[in-house]
């Protein structure tokens, strides 16, 4: 880990933060929910060594990334955030022609965005967890995951500005990270108000103590609403991409969901990957991989598979 260098690049008026290890063909490596730079450790070591530079930043409201509106969720769209990223790619890379993207949970859901909006900079991307999602035109989709699963459902009860910081704020920042990484159970995450996760969750056992203490250390210094403000700018996003309403996905992709995420079990999920509508929507994807007895973080999970199954994917290009 002391040979990963970390780097401030001025981008899009943020100052991002940015690991980076390894010479050859750029990855960029998008993290998620609660997350960091730091989902990345095991992938970045693995990429470099064969021969390739992986780049994983603190996405705009986390980590060390600073400048960004945190008191603005509407600043946490699609569209800005893809152009953080190629704002980044101008700055790291103003040579290259495409680079590779890997995504997992919020960082995927950006990462599909991206390739949507700007095929050009991607030669081939991976995904974990979180598939391409197609717009529907006929509903939000806060509404829709409020229609199926209820006010209680996480996604909902991260609407309301400063509401689920409160509730954080009297769990601990470390109890909240460690809960989430926790989670196993293949259906809806509910989080009631004024009940948190029910129980405390052990820690898993990918997840060192020293892990867990750079995760609670950063979330201290930063809160929770940088992260939280991309399920706030859900719908906003929703509305600015009416433009590409049923619009493919036309980059090399390679999908990987674990057995028990909670994503692969929303209603219709697997349906649509399995039965057609995921290869309509992304004609290139070459491939889907559903990890047996994994949940949702895994690439920390399965940190070994997961870094082959990348490299296998990208090798070919």
């Known amino acids: 880990m002391e040979k990963i260098e970390h780097k401030i690049i001025p981008v899009n008026g943020l100052n991002m933060h940015v690991a980076e290890l390894g010479e050859g063909p750029l990855v960029l490596f998008l993290h998620g929910f609660p ?4 989902s990345w450790r095991h992938q970045i070591l693995y990429l470099a060594a064969q021969g390739y530079r992986a780049v994983a930043p603190d996405l705009r409201g986390y980590g060390d990334t600073t400048g960004a509106p945190v008191e603005d969720p509407s600043k946490f769209t699609t569209l800005h955030i893809a152009g953080d990223l190629i704002a980044l790619l101008d700055a790291i890379a103003p040579d290259a022609d495409k680079v590779f993207v890997v995504g997992h949970d919020w960082g995927a859901f950006m990462a599909w965005h991206l390739c949507l909006y700007r095929p050009d900079k991607v030669k ?3 995904n974990l967890s979180v598939a391409f999602i197609p717009r529907s035109p006929e509903m939000n989709p806060v509404d829709k995951f409020r229609s199926l699963y209820g006010d209680d459902h996480y ?3 991260f609407q309301e500005p400063g509401d689920i910081e409160a509730e954080f704020a009297q769990i601990g920042t ?3 990270l460690k809960n989430f990484l926790a989670y196993r159970t293949p259906g809806p995450f509910y989080f009631p108000k004024g009940k948190g996760f029910g129980s405390s969750a052990d820690k898993p056992n990918w997840l060192s103590e020293d892990d867990l203490d750079y995760y609670a250390k950063k979330f201290e210094q930063t809160g929770f609403s940088g992260g939280v403000n991309y399920y706030r700018a859900f719908g906003r ?3 600015l991409n009416a433009p590409w309403t049923g619009a493919q996905v036309k980059v090399p ?7 028990f995420d909670l994503t692969y079990h929303i209603q219709g999920t697997k349906e649509f990957i399995h039965k057609g ?3 309509k929507y992304v004609p290139l994807l070459q491939e889907v991989v559903v990890i047996e007895g994994a949940a949702h973080f895994i690439n920390q999970e399965r940190p070994d598979e997961i870094s082959q199954h990348i490299y296998e994917f990208l090798k070919q290009f």
Not at 253 to 259: Q, R, S
């Open 35 to 38: 997350e960091l730079w730091y």
């Open 277 to 279: 509508g995921f290869q």
């Open 174 to 176: 470390k109890e909240v």
């Open 124 to 126: 081939a991307l991976v």
């Open 253 to 259: 992709a390679k999908f990987i969901v674990g057995e």
């Open 237 to 239: 996003s929703w509305e």
């Open 155 to 157: 996604i909902c009860r």
